[in-house]
């Protein structure tokens, strides 16, 4: 080893010592990464319940001098009857939350690093339910718990007794417990959750018939033997009797039967309404079965869907990705929002490196999306979902709007990633390259099974000559579903007699995942990515930077000696304040909708998709508001500044001191309302091209409801509706500021306004209303997103 070899080793900083926290009840494992906050708040990384634990009690993280305990607490925190506020973790080290006698207590405990052993030896086991279940998987490996002390863990790190290579699992993520003669899991405040018999669990006892979830892998025990089954893809895929109808009784599908066997390649098929998307949603319960059941190697997908959603990736037909970015960062932010809080980004880039390849996207790692051809983009929408490395795939129109070539380019792409071991359903319009699946599937009108079997047998059986004769033979005739059932076709590629059509139960299918970070972590990867976006996109970044300057021109080109004095004006300087006043306001308003009118919409199916998986709505609205926030803010200031620059400053301010500054702030707190707006429009509409007539229209009514051209207070109708405009607050606060008597009538002081009075109360009362106002728009906005959740049956 060389000189510098040998530096750069005493330099390179030392692992850190990991640390644990343990409560009466819970522990967990803290990443050194990322701060660790213990409070009584759902949104805090370990929840401990106390009448004075605060909402975010202490925070603990990790720098050059190792391990630090900070009290961020109303009521405190305590260490042997003394007071911390910031504190270096040398060793265990218990603390109170609070100072009574009873307040809950954690304790930290530093476990030092292993010493490198050699692995384990783990003898192949393989019991006669593992030999029956061999086509969905593997049992590859086993535990002899007669050896095994009281507790064994279970997660991804190699310091953990069983170690699950999935990213979907925690570094620690359960823990096997012996107590008495009974073995219980505990989950460790894991990300993505512990599962028995696919229900979502915190602490279970563990019998025979009893089969734990965690990521990809299965765990059960078999006498003294822990048996680890690994989801491999390899599963079978049945729908049963599948029914959908609409609120109002329409029939969309009717008793939908198939088999699918393990990696295959199912290809749907049928004219325009035939439920073809329907039974998209249905079969990966994004919008459950009102009849039927869809079993997963061999579980009810509804019942377990908590657990199981994890191995199913959607890729809807519009494209779920922000076309700005370039591919390796859409993927390292959808990784982000995929994955643990715990999963290093060396991990993450692995992973997304492997898809990348496996799409043979490498040559096109570091382009922008829109610069991709469509085939490109439509592998790019893959791969995201091949991020948590699904088993089944389901793609919704992959190949609409493609030429032939890039048609059969993606359909090769589908037949390679089945053969790779996963099962892959495409719902298509197109039938150039059906020969590359499996299976086939055609709907007729009314959600009909009409054939289900190879796709060379699909002509013959219809007594056609082309896939267009067939369609138009579906379209003419009726009873399809029942004649497929009494086919020889339907005995040899669907097995069994339909049931009759069952009500499915009640389940978590068709509700949001639970989310996998914190709040605060989503909201940080959100803001990020939105701020690339914006970044990358230079033709908005003109838009956004020349638009106040255009406006501040606009208002320089109105005579404007007076400028926003009233003095000057009855001294007889050309000029009106309140003209002037109005085009700034009218400007402000039209920039904040403008910058958020077609915010929501344009994302609508990336959010929906996001949001399937544990997206935080809270997370999401709150980056846009306050990355746009932040943007109309300086396009404010920007306005104010140069829109007055030059002429005279309202005469008497009111409360700070400075006229314009008082301009200023009212001209932000305006944009950040007129913001709020544009986000609830843009959350109503579900077409983008609609946001640009909504615009003119609301750039029209805060114009006309300013109360700048006429008194409106008294004018019933108008009056009421003048409450939720920004622009009746926002010029009612500036006109405060300025001095203006009244509304500019024919007789100029007949008619006072009392939201005008020239007085620190008025204005503050203005703003403070301004802000109530910009409050509810977001509220209805928060509410419109919950019409985009996955919808229940």
Not at 138 to 153: G, S
Not at 569 to 588: D, E, K, T, Y
């Given at each position: 080893m060389t000189q510098l070899e040998k530096s750069a080793e005493r330099a390179r900083p030392a692992p850190a010592t990991p640390l644990e926290v343990r409560t009466h009840d819970r522990r967990a494992h803290v990443n050194p990464g990322t701060p660790f906050t213990i409070g009584r708040d759902e949104s805090a990384d370990l929840q401990v319940l106390g009448p004075e634990v605060s909402r975010h009690h202490v925070r603990i993280t990790h720098g050059p001098q190792g391990w630090t305990i900070e009290d961020t607490s109303r009521n405190g925190t305590f260490a042997q009857q003394r007071r911390l506020t910031k504190e270096h973790v040398r060793g265990p080290l218990t603390v109170t939350l609070g100072a009574n006698a009873g307040a809950p207590q954690v304790h930290l405990v530093l476990t030092p690093l292993p010493r490198p052993t050699p692995p384990r030896h783990r003898a192949p086991y393989i019991s006669e339910a593992a030999q029956r279940s061999s086509?969905?998987?593997?049992?590859?490996?086993?535990?002899?718990?007669?050896?095994?002390?009281?507790?064994?863990?279970i997660g991804r790190d190699e310091r953990n007794d069983v170690v699950v290579q999935d990213l979907l699992a925690s570094r620690f993520h359960a823990e096997l417990r012996r107590e008495g003669s009974r073995w219980v899991i505990h989950d460790l405040n894991s990300s993505n959750g512990t599962f028995v018999n696919g229900t979502r669990t915190r602490r279970q006892e563990l019998g025979p018939a009893d089969v734990v979830g965690i990521g990809h892998v299965l765990l059960h025990l078999e006498g003294d033997r822990l048996v680890e089954y690994v989801d491999t893809g390899a599963v079978e895929f049945r729908a049963e009797g599948i029914g959908v109808r609409t609120a109002k009784g329409k029939q969309l599908l009717r008793d939908v039967t198939f088999a699918l066997e393990s990696k295959s390649l199912l290809a749907v098929v049928g004219p325009s309404g035939a439920g073809k998307s329907t039974l998209l949603k249905a079969l990966t319960g994004f919008r459950p079965a009102d009849e039927g059941r869809v079993e997963?190697?061999?579980?009810d997908l509804y019942a377990d869907y908590d657990e199981l959603r994890q191995r199913i990736g959607l890729v809807p037909q519009d494209d779920i990705l922000h076309p700005q970015l370039s591919v390796r960062k859409a993927l390292h932010y959808a990784a982000e929002l995929r994955f643990p809080d715990d999963v290093a980004a060396e991990e993450r880039r692995a992973g997304i490196d492997e898809v990348i390849h496996e799409l043979g996207l490498d040559g096109q790692a570091e382009q922008p999306i829109h610069t991709l051809s469509g085939g490109q983009r439509k592998r790019t929408s893959v791969a995201l979902e091949l991020l948590t490395r699904p088993s089944l795939l389901f793609l919704d129109e992959p190949t609409s709007g493609l030429d032939p070539g890039l048609d059969k380019s993606v359909m090769r792409t589908l037949r390679g990633l089945a053969d790779d071991g996963r099962t892959v359903v495409v719902v298509t319009h197109s039938v150039a390259n059906l020969d590359l699946c499996d299976r086939l599937m055609l709907l007729a009108p009314g959600g009909e099974v009409a054939f289900f079997g190879p796709p060379e047998e699909a002509l013959a059986y219809f007594g056609k000559t082309g896939f267009a004769d067939v369609f138009l033979l579906l379209q003419e005739h009726s009873d399809w579903g029942e004649k497929f059932s009494r086919s020889p076709a339907h005995a040899r590629y669907v097995g069994r007699a339909s049931a009759p059509p069952q009500p499915t139960q009640q389940t978590s299918a068709g509700t949001a995942a639970r989310r996998q970070q914190s709040v605060r972590r989503q909201f940080t990867v959100l803001a990020r990515r939105y701020l690339a976006v914006i970044a990358a996109d230079r033709q908005y970044l003109i838009f956004m930077a020349a638009l106040p300057l255009v406006l501040s021109?606009?208002?320089?080109?109105?005579?404007?000696?007076?400028?926003?004095?009233?003095?000057?004006?009855?001294?007889?300087?050309?000029?009106?304040?309140?003209?002037?006043?109005?085009?700034?306001?009218?400007?402000?308003?039209?920039?904040?909708?403008?910058?958020?009118?077609?915010?929501?919409?344009?994302?609508?199916?990336?959010?929906?998709?996001?949001?399937?998986?544990?997206?935080?709505?809270?997370?999401?609205?709150?980056?846009?508001?306050?990355?746009?926030?932040?943007?109309?803010?300086?396009?404010?200031?920007?306005?104010?500044?140069?829109?007055?620059?030059?002429?005279?400053?309202?005469?008497?301010?009111?409360?700070?001191?400075?006229?314009?500054?008082?301009?200023?702030?009212a001209l932000v707190l305006l944009t950040a309302a007129s913001m709020a707006v544009g986000l609830a429009v843009s959350a109503l509409i579900d077409n983008a091209d609609r946001g640009m007539p909504l615009l003119v229209l609301l750039a029209m009514l805060q114009f006309i409801l300013s109360s700048a051209l006429m008194q409106i207070g008294e004018r019933p109708g108008l009056g009421q509706l003048a409450?939720?405009?920004?622009?009746?607050?926002?010029?009612?606060?500036?006109?405060?500021?300025?001095?203006?008597?009244?509304?500019?009538?024919?007789?100029?002081?007949?008619?006072?306004?009392?939201?005008?009075?020239?007085?620190?109360?008025?204005?503050?009362?203005?703003?403070?209303?301004?802000a109530v106002v910009t409050a509810l728009f977001v509220a209805l906005t928060w509410w419109l997103l919950r019409r985009l959740d996955p919808a229940r049956r």
């Open positions: 086509r969905q998987g593997r049992f590859e490996a086993v535990h002899d718990l007669r050896t095994t002390p009281a507790a064994l863990t997963y190697a061999g579980r021109v606009l208002a320089h080109a109105l005579p404007g000696e007076a400028g926003l004095s009233m003095t000057e004006q009855l001294r007889g300087a050309a000029g009106a304040p309140h003209l002037l006043w109005l085009v700034l306001v009218v400007g402000a308003a039209l920039m904040g909708s403008a910058a958020s009118i077609r915010e929501l919409v344009k994302e609508r199916e990336i959010y929906r998709r996001e949001r399937a998986i544990g997206l935080s709505r809270g997370a999401y609205l709150t980056s846009k508001l306050v990355v746009l926030g932040a943007i109309v803010g300086v396009q404010a200031v920007v306005l104010g500044v140069l829109g007055t620059v030059g002429r005279p400053s309202p005469d008497e301010p009111v409360l700070l001191g400075s006229g314009i500054a008082e301009i200023v702030v409450w939720l405009v920004p622009a009746r607050w926002g010029f009612a606060a500036g006109a405060a500021t300025i001095g203006i008597p009244t509304g500019p009538a024919a007789r100029p002081f007949d008619q006072p306004d009392p939201l005008w009075d020239h007085t620190a109360g008025t204005w503050l009362a203005d703003l403070g209303v301004l």
